[in-house]
């Protein structure tokens, strides 16, 4: 299939971009790595009158490091570039280690950081990990900015807090702090398909080596991802072991998901990933945090 008439405007710069969006709001889609948007159009499940392709807006597509550690990432920062980025690890360990799940090489050399966040795939890897890691994302308007934290951006099955005149224009990763470690992990039926289930896991130890905080966000396994707060809550206080990780997994598996199933996953096979997944990045993770605190 081919999509609906649009009309089609690629503007150099951001204030005429956020004027094109504050003209014809939700009549309009922006267009980044087109990854998402384009198959959607193809099927005119999305039929815009407007189409606002960001390609040629430079100004969203940097790296820098940002106050007290932190990095900031344009919108338009290609995978591909993210996954390239030496000093990603030290920012953003996560991210650094869940970008080669990301698809294939070819669709992370189009795909970009914003245009994921921004379409939130509940299946997607990048919206998971902010979340973990704490982000803060930047939505820009022609009237203004605000800046939204990951916590209250995401907001059910492809649906986030950007209106429709609004554009993600930046995200903003804090480094870790000291005695944290983290694991990413998921399984999915080839290299490069969507998870079956995933999970960002992040664990921070007070001095004596007891867990002072956790998290555990899980993703595809829900319409959006999933803060399994209550699972990691049982972390926190406790000494690091294979029967604390199995109390968390059983309570993130039993208590904290609720899946649909798919064609290639059950309920219960989900759940059961979603154990399998939580003691694996649990140990990892602790492993890591045990490691840069030595």
Excluded at 151 to 164: A, H, I, R, S
Aim: with cysteine; glycine share 6%; net charge negative.
């Amino acid at each position: 299939m081919k999509p609906a008439p649009f009309e089609y405007e690629a503007p150099e710069s951001l204030d005429a971009a956020l004027e094109l969006m504050q003209e014809h709001g939700s009549e309009a889609k922006l267009l980044a790595g087109g990854q998402s948007l384009i198959p959607v159009m193809n099927f005119r499940l999305a039929q815009p009158a407007m189409l606002v392709d960001l390609n040629r807006l430079a100004e969203l597509d940097f790296i820098r490091p940002g106050e007290n550690g932190s990095v900031r990432i344009g919108a338009m920062t290609r995978m591909t570039r993210l996954e390239r980025y030496a000093e990603l690890e030290r920012y953003s360990p996560l991210l650094a280690e869940a970008i080669p799940f990301i698809a294939h090489p070819q669709i992370r050399n189009r795909s970009t950081l914003g245009g994921s966040l921004s379409h939130a795939d509940p299946a997607a890897e990048a919206p998971a990990v902010c979340l973990a890691e704490g982000a803060r994302f930047r939505l820009a308007r022609a009237s203004g900015e605000r800046w939204v934290a990951a916590n209250d951006f995401f907001q059910g099955l492809f649906e986030t807090v950007l209106e429709p005149e609004e554009i993600l224009v930046e995200i903003e990763l804090e480094s870790p702090p000291v005695r944290t470690g983290s694991s990413f992990q998921e399984i999915a039926r080839r290299q490069g398909d969507y998870a079956l289930a995933g999970v960002a896991a992040s664990v921070r130890l007070r001095d004596d080596g007891v867990i002072d905080a956790a998290r555990l966000i899980f993703f595809s396994v829900g319409d959006q991802p999933v803060d399994a707060t209550a699972a990691a809550g049982l972390l926190a206080g406790e000494t690091p072991s294979a029967a604390l990780y199995e109390a968390a997994a059983i309570e993130a598996a039993e208590k904290e998901i609720d899946p649909v199933g798919t064609i290639h996953a059950t309920p219960d096979f989900t759940r059961h990933l979603v154990g399998v997944l939580t003691r694996r990045a649990l140990a990892l993770a602790v492993t890591r945090a045990q490691e840069a605190s030595a």
